[in-house]
């Protein structure tokens, strides 16, 4: 895993390589029940532009990430935004998903952007955020696909 925070500071960009093929890696980012075993539990997703679906946690079912599907293609990740309404201040972030044919595998490239680095609490979240990304949350989708 990578990060490429100078592309763009604002936004978090992570890289990480699967050995297994984009489909795989596709499947992982967009059957609900193998969401919900690396990210969060989703409500009502489909990967179809338009869809409003929420993703819940299961600690706290009432604390929850509201998201809207932007852009879906067959075959490449979807991309949605991202919004915690029960935040002090609430965000609107778009999460963004690129698969690559890397050699016998596949690259994945994660953009979260939407944060303004200029509020100083903004930047902290993002900086939490990405670490969060790296630390927690990428990981269990390497399981996710190892398996």
């Not at 936004?11 to 050995?19: C, I, Q, T």
């Not at 690129?98 to 952007?113: A, D, I, M, N, S």
């Amino acid at each position: 895993m990578i990060a490429d925070t100078h592309l763009n500071p604002a936004a978090v960009e992570l890289g990480s390589f699967f050995p297994q093929p984009p489909e795989a890696v596709w499947r992982a980012l967009t059957d609900p029940d193998l969401l919900q075993r690396w990210l969060l539990r989703p409500t009502g997703f489909q990967p179809v532009p338009g869809i409003n679906f929420r993703f819940t946690t299961p600690e706290s079912p009432i604390d929850e990430i509201l998201c809207e599907v932007r852009t879906a293609r067959p075959h490449e990740p979807p991309t949605y935004t991202w919004l915690h309404p029960h935040a002090v201040d609430p965000i609107r972030l778009l999460i963004d998903w690129t698969l690559h044919p890397q050699g016998h595998g596949t690259r994945l490239l994660l953009t979260q952007t939407g944060f303004d680095i200029e509020d100083r609490r903004q930047k902290m979240i993002r900086n939490a955020t990405e670490r969060s990304w790296k630390r927690r949350v990428l990981p269990k989708l390497t399981e996710v696909i190892h398996h």
